[in-house]
């Protein structure tokens, strides 16, 4: 009889372990499931998404996006997986790129995935990145780099292009190229810049191209009020460096135009829809502030 309420015991004990681990699992599964970043002042991604989560987001398709920047550190733990491609222009080396860091700030925005509570969440952590170098060990780049960097993006058959720097001069050669990008398809994305004088910076100054200007969390425009621009959020966004800093703050348009790319991400990641119909939506937002990405989504009749 004592034998039997002691081996009765221990099965209740037993159970009682497995319910428990059965608890943990599942609640581990469900903190995963809406894991939904907020901290290390993450301020973009709760204006845009409000209390919903970005994985939620993210379609079926693979998207490609080739980021010509400055080289990306993609060793960086929040990147693990999501460069899948890395080409330095003529004259540059991409092993030996020791000033990488904006191109990974801009890489973090798009793509990072927090790999523990510091990390930093990217509007489509599942997008897959082609870093392009442009720009050498003294963050220096020049019209023809660019070319080529939009070229060899062409060659990939990326999706998106997202380019966060920009020249003041209309050069023919330089329009020639994004045009090319835009006839097979792509959606450029670019940054507006960071002047005063109301003018859009190049390449974002064109009409193939998705103007980014950029807002701050209290939803006041930067710089100038610009035509056939969209804007973003861009004070304080918080993404990945290379470095020991691993994580830092900037502001400006070059870190707004990664989120518009991001959010195009996910449409893309949802539905094959063309680069002309993205436009013509965006073209809604020109001198506006995009604050809610559900009504993107309500636009092409996505579901999240």
């Known amino acids: 009889m004592k034998k039997s309420i002691k081996k009765k015991k221990i099965f209740i004990f037993i159970l009682c372990l497995c319910v428990i681990a059965i608890g943990i699992c599942l609640l581990n599964y469900y903190i995963s499931k809406n894991k939904n970043v907020k901290h290390r002042l993450q301020w973009h991604v709760e204006a845009l998404f409000g209390s ?46 020791t000033d990488n860091e904006h191109g990974t700030f801009v890489c973090g925005i798009i793509s990072g995935f927090p790999k523990d509570e510091d990390g930093v969440l990217g509007i489509n952590s599942k997008a897959d990145i082609i870093s392009i170098d442009i720009s050498d060990n003294n963050g220096i780049a020049d019209t023809d780099k660019m070319i080529e960097a939009i070229d060899y993006a062409i060659s990939k058959r990326v999706d998106i292009i997202n380019i966060s720097v920009m020249t003041k001069n209309d050069y023919d050669k330089l329009h020639l190229a994004v045009k090319r990008a835009y006839d097979n ?55 990945t460096v290379s470095g ?18 991001g959010i195009v991400s996910l449409i893309l990641s949802k539905k094959d829809i063309s680069n002309t119909d993205i436009m013509e939506c965006f073209s809604n937002y020109y001198g506006k502030k995009i604050t809610d990405i559900n009504e993107i989504y309500e636009y092409f009749e996505l579901s999240h």
């Open 52 to 97: 919903g989560n970005p994985l939620d987001y993210i379609g079926d398709n693979k998207v490609m996006i080739a980021v010509i920047d400055s080289g990306i550190d993609d060793s960086h733990a929040d990147l693990a997986g999501c460069v899948t491609d890395k080409y330095a222009v003529s004259g540059l080396d991409k092993n030996n790129n």
């Open 185 to 239: 398809g792509i959606v450029i994305v670019a940054a507006a810049g960071n002047d005063t004088d109301e003018k859009i910076g190049y390449p974002a100054g064109y009409d193939e191209v998705l103007s980014v200007g950029a807002y701050t969390k209290s939803g006041i425009k930067m710089y100038s009020e610009l035509e056939n621009t969209v804007y973003l959020p861009g004070k304080n966004i918080v993404s």
């Open 244 to 261: 020991d800093r691993v994580y830092s703050s900037n502001d400006g348009t070059s870190a707004a135009a990664p989120v518009l790319t």
